[in-house]
Nanobody, 123 residues
Framework: DVQLQASGGGLVQAGGSLTLSCVASGFTFDDYTIGWFRQAPGKEREGVTRIVGGDGRAYYVHSVKGRFTISSDNAKNTVYLQMNRLKPEDTAVYYC????????????????WGQGTQVTVSS
């Protein structure tokens, strides 16, 4: 079974940093795209970034480009999301998810989801 465990959320002041981790099991990274998503209260879940497991290609949505970095450690089956210069509008529950044969960021296309981790950025 594919399982994902996200962690690393917390409370941080605006301008601060956090690193989220997503530990995966039950599949080979090379065959999957791993994405990070977030959902703020009252809003729809949105894609933030994704990395293609086979070749490491990363994509970021405009709102986080230059501030967030996705990386993977295939040996540890772990994907990281380094978040710098955090803003109050980054406050949300963050999720990691995986999908095969797809490199977009539409949440509905992702097949397996971890539980979320709360990120709160105070102003």
């Amino acid at each position: 079974d594919v399982q994902l465990q996200a962690s690393g959320g917390g409370l941080v002041q605006a301008g601060g940093s956090l690193t989220l981790s997503c530990v995966a099991s039950g599949f080979t990274f090379d065959d999957y795209t791993i994405g990070w998503f977030r959902q703020a209260p009252g809003k729809e879940r949105e894609g933030v970034t994704r990395i293609v497991g086979g070749d490491g290609r990363a994509y970021y949505v405009h709102s986080v480009k230059g501030r967030f970095t996705i990386s993977s450690d295939n040996a540890k089956n772990t994907v990281y999301l380094q978040m710098n210069r955090l803003k109050p509008e980054d406050t949300a529950v963050y999720y990691c998810a995986v999908v095969r044969r797809y490199i977009g960021l539409v949440p509905e296309e992702y097949e397996h989801w971890g539980q979320g981790t709360q990120v709160t950025v105070s102003s």
